[in-house]
């Protein structure tokens, strides 16, 4: 009898035990799959805008030593034309005069992507974001350390379609674009009912749409 009981508890024994490391494991895997997404799409919303302020701060530097002070440069048959031009407004030379206002809101813009990126998992959110927050950096630099002054400092534009002069569209640089692209991106994520949290939202999406982060990992 004794035999059989060890044999029983040895069976149970050998029943359980390996049973807890595998609930443990598939545990870690779910948390990891839970986890890891996130840290990519901060990540990737980190490259992009890295990228983008890196671009245009470059692309500035070396127009102000090339062309300020020289005539304007045709490109692509007159379609573009790269011209120096000092704004104090904010893209597109829009809201001339208001640097100061312009630079607290570029900060405020900065700090807000900031804290959401913690909880970005979305990739179209990332880049949309990403894109936002290195062209508002991009401005941002220049208003703080160009003349003339902190926080009033004239931005630097350089690209100017169809004329010399910004006649036809105002002049404007990379991190416009790249602003005007990022917001893009966004304004077509939110009207489809695609949040940052990489869900979808069922109000906008007829209720067939699913909150479950795995999905959204592939948004």
Same mark, same amino acid.
């Given at each position: ?41 901060? &990540? ?12 245009? !701060? ?102 100017? !379609? ?29 009207? #489809? &009912?695609?949040?940052?949290?990489? #869900? ?7 209720? #067939?749409?699913? &909150? ?8």
């Amino acid at each position: 009898m004794a035999a059989g009981m060890s044999g029983r508890l040895s069976g149970h024994n050998g029943h359980m035990n390996p049973s807890q490391p595998a609930e443990r494991s598939v545990a870690g895997e779910q948390y990891g799959a839970a986890v890891l997404p996130r840290r990519r799409r901060s &990540g990737l919303l980190t490259v992009i805008a890295a990228v983008t302020l890196a671009l245009d !701060l470059l692309s500035k530097i070396v127009v102000v030593m090339v062309l300020e002070g020289h005539p304007p440069v045709r490109l692509l048959g007159g379609a573009l034309y790269l011209v120096v031009f000092r704004n104090s407004g904010a893209a597109f030379s829009l809201a001339t005069g208001w640097t100061w206002l312009l630079s607290l809101i570029a900060l405020g813009v900065v700090v807000v992507i900031v804290r959401l990126a913690s909880r970005l998992r979305s990739i179209g959110w990332a880049v949309g974001l990403g894109l936002v927050l290195g062209g508002s950096l991009g401005n941002l630099v220049d208003r703080l350390l160009r003349g003339p002054g902190p926080l009033r400092g004239h931005v630097v534009d350089f690209l100017s !379609l169809l004329a010399p002069d910004g006649s036809v569209w105002p002049v404007f640089n990379l991190a416009d674009s790249a602003i005007v692209c990022g917001g893009a991106v966004l304004v077509v994520l939110a009207a #489809t &009912g695609r949040d940052f949290d990489g #869900t979808r939202s069922t109000r906008r999406s007829g209720g #067939t749409g699913s &909150g479950d982060p795995g999905q959204g990992d592939l948004r």
